[in-house]
């Protein structure tokens, strides 16, 4: 046999070694998703996205693995496990109004930037707002005007209260002005807590001056009430972190740590008017802002155990503590539900 017969012989191997890698990666895959009972990757599609947005839909962080990885995507509200729009957005972290939106992200270079956008009714950016740190919460107020922002500058989990920094700012979205709420008074049983490890984090938005957010200081945490006018943060509860108002603005959606070892938290359901808390089904943790579906019920992100730090879903529970967490958004992170 002669050299060039060799080598045919030898790269057609090679060929059918790939196409029997390629198709055992594929049932791998198939295997592994029906083992986590999670339905095949849906369908991405480019563009469209203004039809979607004419009725109730969710907004998304796409963690689908391929092109459109890390673009803003929507799904209609009653068709979330169905084929995904991607919009022209990229984000780290996003929020959205019927009116706008609100993005997060690092430009990784040689030196790593963070940015924060107001994004239009186009998803196209109008204004830069400030942000000097690792993204990791947002919110928008309900008409849109105020915008949150939550990074860390220093650490990049909350894990352990005190072995962080942030910063959380209230700005106006036209960009005229800027409250930095690291520097509000903070008050916790009377008692006002000026020590330097304070932090605030993860705000929501009640109207156009009462917010709630996470306050620690001294490896504990609260739920505080605040005032854009008065500069002040109140708490109402300890051991809580990330809250969430629900749409008729009764209940906060908070993680709670209880007895479980640092980094680990159960989401609960803090209502303002009786102050009774309430666990949920939910019984992983979950380190996300959670986010109402509608008045009975949070939706929220986890990451998925196997398929890598980047694989993330998002799923459903009842706000009432009944019931069983369900599969909401494959391939999902940071929703915000638009009715």
Known sequence: MNLKARLAIFAAI??????????YVLRAERE???????????????????????????VFRNTATGTGYGQVALVP?????GPRTLTPASCDRVYATAQQAVCLFAKRAMVTTY?????GP??????????????SRTRLSKDGSLVATTTFVHGHSYASPGEFSTET?????????????????LNVDGTQITAEDRNIWGVTFADHDTFYATAASGKKTWLVRGSLSAR?????????????????????????RGNLPPGQWRIAVHDLRTGKSTLLAEARSVDDQIEWLDNTTVIYGLPRSGDGPAATD??????????????????????????
Do not use: M, Y
Request: proline share 10%; net charge negative; with cysteine.
């Open 169 to 185: 700012l209230v700005s106006k979205s036209d960009g005229s002005h800027t409250d930095n709420v690291e520097s509000f008074t």
């Open 314 to 339: 998002v799923w459903r529970a009842p706000a009432d503590g009944t019931g069983t967490p369900t599969l909401l958004i494959r391939d999902a992170w940071s929703p915000a539900v638009i009715r």
């Open 232 to 256: 002040a943060l109140t708490a109402l509860r300890p051991d809580a972190e990330c809250p969430s108002l629900s749409p008729d603005g009764t209940r906060v959606a908070i993680k709670t």
């Open 77 to 81: 509200l009653d068709a979330s496990d």
């Open 14 to 23: 090679v060929v059918l070694a790939a196409i029997g890698g390629a198709i």
């Open 115 to 119: 940015h924060a956008q107001v994004l």
């Open 122 to 135: 186009n998803w196209t950016p109008i204004r830069d707002l400030p942000l000097s740190g690792i993204p």
């Open 32 to 58: 592994q998703t029906h083992a986590a009972g999670l339905p095949p990757q849906v369908p991405v599609t480019v563009g469209d996205w203004a039809s979607v947005a004419t009725k109730p839909h969710i």
